[in-house]
T-cell receptor, first 114, second 113 residues
């Protein structure tokens, strides 16, 4: 297993366009998390999945954001009608069930909205 | 809303010096984790502390969880340039039986040769 994989690594898009990011977690991990990180800040929670079920969404996740995890494997995060304020690093992480387990993060997708 | 405050936010010291980074909250966490992040990469887990008062060592790094499980510290002995990076603490809160991590804003550490 090569860890958590995120694609693309970088995305530059024009304001108003839709973008989709993909995350492939560690295969044994049934939990998958999306975070957003802006420059100089720690990661902010967006949403998480237990298998294919989306169990929580942050208030940061406006109706322009949607995430899916079909069949409990990979996950996608889509942002519709992008705004300049969406520019950030989008991080995906996965973990095992149970308390005390650390997250394994991917390298992130750097989104720049111009 | 859980809030983790890290201090200092920036620290630049000379190789060989010792340093301590603090992570404080008014909330109690079921566990607390420390991560290190390099530019353009995701955070990498360093340690998880679970029990109040717990101390864990990772080579020259010593991590301590406060007795009340509201705060933590990271102490680095004889810092080296390879320790340079963004250090993040993250507290675990339970949501529907699953933990969610809430991160501090990070401490950017620079070790000068």
């Amino acid at each position: 297993d090569t860890g958590v994989s995120q694609n693309p690594r970088h995305k530059i898009t024009k304001r108003g366009q839709n973008v989709t990011f993909r995350c492939d977690p560690i295969s044994e991990h049934n939990r998958l998390y999306w975070y957003r990180q802006t420059l100089g800040q720690g990661p902010e929670f967006l949403t998480y999945f237990q298998n294919e079920a989306q169990l929580e969404k942050s208030r940061l996740l406006s109706d322009r954001f949607s995430a899916e995890r079909p069949k409990g494997s990979f996950s996608t995060l889509e942002i519709q009608r992008t705004e300049q304020g969406d520019s950030a690093m989008y991080l995906c992480a996965s973990s095992l069930s149970g308390g005390g387990y650390g997250y394994t993060f991917g390298s992130g997708t750097r989104l720049t909205v111009v | 809303t859980q809030l983790l405050e890290q201090s200092p936010q920036f620290l630049s010291i000379q190789e060989g010096e010792n340093l301590t980074v603090y992570c404080n909250s008014s909330s109690v966490f079921s566990s607390l984790q420390w991560y290190r992040q390099e530019p353009g990469e995701g955070p990498v887990l360093l340690v998880t502390v679970v029990t109040g008062g717990e101390v864990k060592k990772l080579k020259r790094l010593t991590f301590q969880f406060g007795d009340a499980r509201k705060d933590s510290s990271l102490h680095i002995t004889a810092a080296q340039p390879g320790d340079t990076g963004l250090y993040l603490c993250a507290g675990a809160v339970l949501i529907q039986g699953a933990q969610k991590l809430v991160f501090g804003q990070g401490t950017r550490l620079t070790i000068n040769p």
